[in-house]
């Protein structure tokens, strides 16, 4: 093929799958919506704003004006098929980009230069390296006053592990970027709204500013090509092709970042994209070979699970070799995921039925009942091994959520599963102790587009409150205490009478029942009453809470041998119990959790005032490993501090700080704050 538009001679074949990333608002949406208007898969291209853009097509996305989850869009350019796999900025929503960036070919990283954001830039940046994803930087929004492109690189490059290597340089006029020159082809465009960029002469101050950026994006090439930095020492220009090879090879070895610039909102730059990924991009044999897929059967890797009102649920797949189609039974590792009934090809919300699916295709599979996000499908008689498996980061914020009307239970709990199925990074955890279902997610944002989800699309009306905290309480003096039950009422009385020795026993060990009883005062068959009638009076401690670290022993009773039974036992040491716990200075336990947090190291001592400010003990302070610029702080803390300390750590992190926590210990809590719970109980009751 000619040189001419940068046409690589090993240009990749079959058809792509590209991801959009990048931090929170950059473009990403709106750069997809310019490419499908750039490439005549819609009409008109819609914007954020009016709502109208082909990504964000769901009721949340469009009411939050944010992706709140993946977009997926096929269209054709230059007879090539691909898709495009637009991916939330929101790191409560970031398990979608994890989970489907495995199977793309490359990824657009949408970004501006904001120092920001960077942190953010770099979390993504670190997902991408880590799966070895060639990438490309967009700088967005070149068109706002603010952008400086040639201070961009030195605020961005912190972010990528691997040298960023600038492509084009913005061509000024009036202060507004009127266009750019390509730094591999060294010719001027100025950029047409909604059109292709007009060719313009290259001469005067443009073009020593071209010689010199030239200069160095060949010079970060040359590190990895001995033949052109020979001929860079010796000042002979490069073959326009081998510049454009060593792009090519580059990228896709993961030893640069190429950075492409444009205006997503005018389709500027957009089509300057579309070619460098027409021939930079690696396709599907490569993809394949990296996630260890040498053809033979037929597999594929689900990267998301939707379920629509239309065709029910369905299982957005890349086909990583052979065909897959109507008809086919597909198996996972763990089990048989369901019989394709229809493949589709998709445009946001829109989905057209279309042939079988085959080796690059991304398409949506319908009916697969029992496939998941992060499936590796096979159609082969024997179940694949699964070729990669993306966890969700822990959970940091839960709400407690029930039906408003207790006939919608049943309707929740279904509505919870297909929640569950279409976002793994929401957990669900029954609490048999308080009846409550605690929906567990990534932070704020995630769990207020849940319930909208639960409430909106699936049909629940919910109540939602902050879940219960797991307060116990204790004692710290031993008592003796009688329980005597005794009732006279016509024939048959009741009559049980226990003396109990209640004593505090060292923090978690539980409860403890000894029988003490000597020469039968309180007979044998009747103790295991008494033992049930105390297990249930500790249930509900004096304070309110469950009681804990306590021996009960009984050491004496009388009984009566018509009047005496079970129940009369059973109750009798139940009073021994309520009796007895008031006098035996009663104390609250909080639950203590260890608490690891990671940010970018200029917000640590943020974090230090946040974890005082919350009760917590600091334990220490260390870098976090692999992680340049990042620091980690451990903390011992309550329970009820970390319920909502992630919107703390969010807002002094530009939104990239977490933890995760674990149960330490349970501490005794005392003064004004265990009062307030106390009280708070109370009126609850
Ligand atoms: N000035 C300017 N604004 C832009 C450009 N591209 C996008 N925007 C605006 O930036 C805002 C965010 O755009 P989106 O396309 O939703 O960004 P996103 O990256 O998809 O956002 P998330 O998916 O929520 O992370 C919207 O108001 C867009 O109109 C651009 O090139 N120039
Ligand atoms: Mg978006």
């Not at 853009?53 to 230059?78: C, I, N, P, Q, Y």
């Amino acid at each position: 093929m000619a040189a001419a538009n940068g046409n690589g001679g090993n240009r990749a074949a079959g058809p792509r799958c590209i991801a959009l990333v990048g931090p929170f608002q950059s473009g990403k949406t709106t750069l997809l919506e310019a490419i499908l208007a750039r490439t005549g898969a819609i009409q008109r291209q819609g914007t954020i704003e009016a709502g109208t853009t082909v990504g964000d097509a769901s009721k949340e996305a469009r009411h939050h004006k944010m992706s709140v989850d993946l977009s997926v869009a096929t269209t054709t350019f230059m007879g090539d098929s691909y898709t495009f796999v637009d991916c939330p900025g929101s790191v409560e929503f970031i398990h979608d980009m994890r989970a489907a960036l495995p199977a793309v070919d490359a990824a657009v990283v949408v970004c501006e230069a904001d120092a920001r954001k960077m942190p953010q830039l770099q979390l993504i940046m670190r997902e991408l390296e880590r799966h070895n994803i060639p990438r490309f930087l967009f700088l967005n929004k070149i068109d706002k006053v603010e952008t400086k492109v040639m201070e961009a690189l030195p605020i961005l490059q912190p972010a990528s592990r691997i040298p960023l290597v600038l492509r084009q340089l913005p061509i000024w006029k009036n202060d507004i970027v009127s266009g750019f020159v390509d730094l591999a082809l060294e010719r001027a465009f100025v950029y047409k709204e909604h059109a292709a960029s007009e060719v313009v002469p290259l001469e005067g101050e443009e073009l020593d500013r071209e010689k010199t950026a030239r200069f160095s994006m060949l010079e970060k090439l040359a590190d990895h090509d001995d033949e052109l930095m020979e001929q860079l020492l010796e000042d002979i220009p490069p073959p326009r092709d081998k510049v454009f090879d060593d792009l090519a090879k580059e990228l896709r070895e993961g030893l640069v970042v190429p950075v492409l610039m444009g205006v997503a909102t005018r389709t500027n730059g957009v089509l300057r994209l579309l070619k460098a990924l027409r021939h930079e991009a690696p396709g599907i044999d490569t993809t394949a070979k990296r996630l260890g897929v040498n053809g033979g059967e037929p597999v594929a890797y689900v990267l998301k699970t939707l379920n629509t009102a239309h065709a029910g649920k369905v299982s957005v797949a890349r086909v990583l070799s052979g065909q897959i189609g109507d008809g086919v039974t597909l198996l996972s590792p763990e089990r048989e995921a369901g019989r394709v009934s229809g493949t589709f090809k998709m445009l946001g919300a829109n989905s057209e039925k279309r042939g079988p699916a085959t080796a690059g295709d991304t398409v949506a599979l319908g009916k697969l009942d029992h496939a998941v996000t992060g499936d590796t499908l096979s159609a082969g008689k024997q179940a694949p091994k699964a070729l990669i498996e993306v966890r969700p980061y822990p959970p940091v914020l839960a709400i407690a959520v029930s039906a408003k009307e207790r006939k919608d239970d049943v309707k929740l709990g279904q509505a919870m599963h297909k929640l569950l199925d279409e976002d793994p990074s929401i957990t669900v955890v029954h609490n048999a102790e308080t009846h409550e279902v605690v929906m567990w997610g990534q932070g704020e944002m995630h769990l207020r587009v849940a319930t909208e989800r639960l409430a909106e699309r699936f049909g629940v009306a919910i109540t939602t409150r902050r879940p219960t905290v797991g307060y116990r309480e204790t004692i710290k003096k031993a008592v003796q205490q009688r329980g005597r039950h005794k009732k006279q009422s016509g024939g048959h009385g009741q009559f049980g009478d226990v003396v109990l020795d209640i004593k505090p026993m060292p923090r978690s060990s539980g409860f403890k029942f000894e029988d003490k009883i000597t020469g039968g005062v309180v007979p044998r068959n009747y103790i295991p009453s008494v033992e049930e009638g105390v297990i249930d009076a500790l249930k509900h401690g004096p304070l309110g809470f469950p009681v804990v670290d306590v021996c009960v022993a009984l050491v004496d009773g009388s009984y009566h041998t018509v009047d005496s039974s079970d129940m009369a036992f059973r109750t009798a040491g139940r009073i021994g119990i309520v009796e007895g716990l008031p006098q035996c200075a009663p104390v609250l336990l909080e639950p203590i959790h260890l608490v690891e947090i990671v940010c970018p190291t200029e917000a640590t001592a943020k974090m230090n005032a946040i974890l005082s400010g919350r009760r917590g003990q600091i334990l220490g302070f260390d870098t976090r490993e692999g992680w340049d610029g990042w620091d980690m702080v451990r903390a011992k803390m309550p329970e009820s501090e970390i319920g909502d300390l992630i919107i703390e750590v969010r807002s002094a992190t530009a939104g990239v700080g977490s933890f995760v926590f674990k149960f330490d210990h349970m501490a005794e809590l005392t003064g004004k704050t265990a009062d307030q719970i106390i009280a708070a109980r109370r009126a609850a009751e």
